[in-house]
């Protein structure tokens, strides 16, 4: 799953995905980097490069790369 999210990713995909119930989006196009938060919360948060992402982001007080075998990709586009 790691290397999936990282191709989709760097390929410039909007990504939205689930976990544990709550639903996360990743833009990965913006002027500042790419950006990522929960939606319908105001805490996104924005890193460089995908590594950067998967290390830095936290859900549930663990690293993203930490999580990413229970999260559920929803949408790719």
């Avoid at 290397?3 to 990713?9: D, V």
């Avoid at 105001?42 to 007080?61: E, H, M, S, V």
């Amino acid at each position: 799953m790691r290397q999936k999210l990282i191709s989709l990713i760097e390929a410039g995909s909007d990504i939205e995905f689930s976990y544990n119930g709550m639903m996360y989006t990743i833009l990965p196009w913006t002027d500042d980097g790419i950006t990522i938060g929960a939606q319908g919360v105001d805490n996104d948060a924005t890193f460089p490069d995908a590594a950067a992402l998967l290390q830095g982001y936290r859900i549930d007080g663990m690293p993203l790369e930490d999580v990413l075998d229970s999260i559920h990709l929803q949408f790719t586009g």
